[in-house]
Structures are given as C-alpha cells and as structure tokens.
C-alpha cells in the first residue's frame, strides 16, 4: 500500500512540475504575465491603447468560429484621481450605451496581486447567434487604468475559467 502511495504521490508532483513548464511568460515595460505555452502573443492592436494580445489555440476556433482571447488596454488618467469604482462606472456606463444587450452578471472587489481591482462579468449578444462573456480586471496603477479581459463565447467560457484565472492573477507590476 504505501509504495502505491508513494508511486502515486511521485506521478502527481512530475504531472504538477511538467504542468508549470508548459507556460511562457511576457514581460513588458512595468508588467509581466505568465501564460499557456499553446497560446501565442500577438503583435496585433486592434485599438491604440492596446499593450498586448494573448490568443487560445487556433483549434478553440473550430466548434464555434471565434478564438478566446486575452488583452491588456491603458488609459493614462491624466492626472485625475478615480477610484477603482468610479472608473469602472464609467466604463460600464460607456459599455450599456453602445452595446444594449450586455448583461453584467457579476462586479466584485478582488485582488490582483498586491494590487486592489474589480473584477466584471457580462456578456453580450452581437447578432447573427454570437453571444460573447468578457471577465475584466480593472485596475489603477500610477496615474493609468488598466483593464485586462478575457473575451470568450458563452458556450466555452467556463471551460477556460482555470487557465484564464491562473493567467489574469499572475499578471504584476514590476515598478
């Protein structure tokens, strides 16, 4: 029995050690994020304000014709000071006005590293049967928000909840 146990308990630790080797990590100016080594950081800038692009696997395409998506948007404050959820109203007031089927499902306080955020929930629907769920991390950090989100289908969204959640809480600040 205990060299079951202790065969068990060796497969699991290797399983565990190889796990944390399949990610990468991408360090910017003052940030880093850590991330599946089968998700590829783009290049690519939809908007000027966006820092980075993470992309899942092209195959999580392939049931639902959309490719989940993580990304980190800035907004220097210029010299304002908001809280946390002030800005968050406004973005969220700015989201209802253009997009008026979005539904918040959740807003809560949470932390990001050391950092005090709020965390949002809500999803949408963008015609043509394609209903998306964003979860964004607001946060504020020397005069600029941050918002990090995770774009997804509602059908896959909570398939992703681990690595999405592993992924948003290793991003930090590095000044």
Do not use: C, H
Request: glycine share 4%.
């Amino acid at each position: 029995m205990k060299t079951k146990f202790l065969t068990l308990l060796v497969l699991l630790s290797s399983s565990i050690m190889l796990a944390q080797d399949e990610w990468q990590t991408l360090e910017q100016d003052n940030y880093s994020i850590s991330y599946p080594k089968d998700w590829v950081s783009s290049d690519e800038k939809p908007q000027p304000s966006v820092l980075f692009l993470l992309k899942a696997p092209e195959n999580s395409q392939k049931e639902d014709l959309f490719r989940e998506s993580i990304n980190l948007v800035s907004e220097p404050l210029g010299g304002q000071t908001l809280s946390i959820e002030d800005y968050v109203k406004i973005s969220l007031d700015q989201i209802m006005a253009q997009i008026p089927s979005a539904e918040i499902k959740s807003n809560k306080e949470t932390k990001l590293g050391d950092e005090d955020a709020r965390e949002v929930v809500w999803s949408a629907d963008f015609g043509n049967g394609m209903v998306l769920q964003f979860k964004q991390v607001y946060i504020i950090n020397n005069g600029t928000a941050y918002v990090l989100t995770f774009s997804s289908t509602t059908s896959e969204y909570d398939a992703y909840d681990e690595v999405v959640n592993k992924t948003l809480n290793s991003f930090k600040f590095s000044i």
